[in-house]
C-alpha cells in the first residue's frame, strides 16, 4: 500500500462530548473523516447522554477550552472551525473571543437544546450568542427552536423562514441557515445572506432516529469549507450527505437512535 503524504485540510470543531455517540464532538468528528478532512476538537462540556436524553452535563473551565484552542490553533493550524454546545455566557463569550483572532471561516450551530429537549444552554447566555458570537460567523445554523430562543420569531411556514433569516442575520453573521426541518411536508431549508436565496428540499424520510442531525450538518458544512468550496456549495453538500445520514439512521438502546455517518461506505444491508 502506498504511503499518503497529502495533507488533508483541517477542521476544529469546538463542542460539547456526547457519551452516546450520536451527537456533539463524536458526530463532528465522523463527519469530518467521512467527508476527506481531518478533524479536531477542544471539547467545551462533558454530558451523560443516550438514547433517551441528558442525565447530566458539566461545562469546563474556561482556561482548558482556551488551552485547548490554542494548543491545536498554534501548532496545527486551521481550515474551517465548527462550534456547538457552548453552555454557558463564559465559555461563549471565550469562544468567540479565539475565533475573532482566527483566519479561517466559522460554521455557528447555536446549540440551544438537545434533541429530547434538554437545555444545552444557559438562559443568560443567549445575549453573548447573539451580540458575541454570530457576528464572527460564517454560516449560523440555527434550526426553528433556536430561532424562536434567539429572536423571538416562530415559524411555522417557507415565509416565516424568510422572517427568521432577515433577524438572524441583523445579528451579524455573512450567511444564515435556517432549518426547517421541523416543518411538515419536505424537508427544506433556507441559505441567505440577506440577498441571494437559497431554498435546499429534500424528502422526508420515515425514521425516527435523527439524533445528531444538526450537529452533522454544521460540520459538513465546515468540512465543504475546508476544501475550498463557497457557502452555497458546502452547504448544498451537507444537505445531501446528512439526507443520507438521516434516510440510513439506525436504533440504539431505547430512545431516537443516530444518523448514520458512515452510510457512504457502509455495505449494504
Known amino acids: 500500500m502506498p504511503i499518503r503524504t497529502a495533507v488533508p485540510p483541517r477542521v476544529l470543531t469546538v463542542a460539547g462530548s456526547d457519551s452516546g455517540g450520536g451527537a456533539g464532538i463524536q458526530a463532528d468528528l465522523k463527519t469530518m473523516l467521512a ?3 481531518h478533524g479536531m476538537s477542544v471539547v467545551t462540556a462533558v454530558t451523560a447522554q443516550n ?24 501548532d496545527i493550524g486551521v481550515q474551517a472551525v465548527k462550534t456547538g454546545m457552548l453552555a454557558s455566557a463564559a465559555l461563549v463569550e471565550t469562544v468567540a473571543e479565539l475565533l475573532t483572532a482566527t483566519r479561517a ?23 453573548s ?11 449560523a445554523t440555527p434550526n426553528l427552536d433556536e430561532v424562536a430562543q434567539l429572536t423571538g420569531v416562530r415559524v ?3 415565509s416565516g423562514m424568510r422572517r427568521a433569516a432577515e433577524k438572524i442575520l441583523a445579528f451579524g453573521p455573512r450567511w444564515a441557515l435556517i432549518k426547517g426541518g421541523h416543518l411538515p411536508g ?20 420515515d425514521n425516527r432516529h435523527t439524533h445528531g442531525t444538526g450537529c452533522t450538518l454544521a460540520s459538513a458544512v465546515a468540512s465543504g469549507l475546508a476544501l475550498g468550496q463557497d457557502v452555497p456549495t458546502a452547504v ?5 450527505y446528512v439526507t443520507g445520514a438521516i434516510e ?17 461506505v457502509r455495505p449494504a444491508g
Open 35 to 37: 467527508l476527506g478532512v
Open 51 to 74: 438514547s433517551l436524553g441528558v442525565q447530566g452535563a458539566w461545562e469546563l473551565p474556561v482556561e482548558a477550552v482556551r488551552a485547548q484552542y490554542r494548543s491545536v490553533v498554534d
Open 105 to 127: 471561516p466559522v460554521v455557528v450551530d447555536p446549540v440551544g437544546v438537545s434533541k429530547h429537549g434538554d437545555a444545552l444552554l444557559a438562559a443568560e447566555a443567549l445575549d
Open 129 to 139: 450568542v447573539r451580540t458575541r458570537l454570530l457576528p464572527v460567523a460564517t454560516v
Open 156 to 158: 411555522d411556514d417557507e
Open 186 to 205: 419536505e424537508a427544506v431549508d433556507l441559505l441567505t445572506d440577506g440577498s441571494a436565496e437559497h431554498w435546499l428540499r429534500a424528502p422526508r424520510h
Open 236 to 240: 448544498r453538500g451537507a444537505k445531501a
Open 248 to 264: 440510513a439512521g439506525f436504533p440504539l438502546g431505547g430512545g431516537i437512535g443516530p444518523v448514520d455517518h458512515g452510510w457512504q
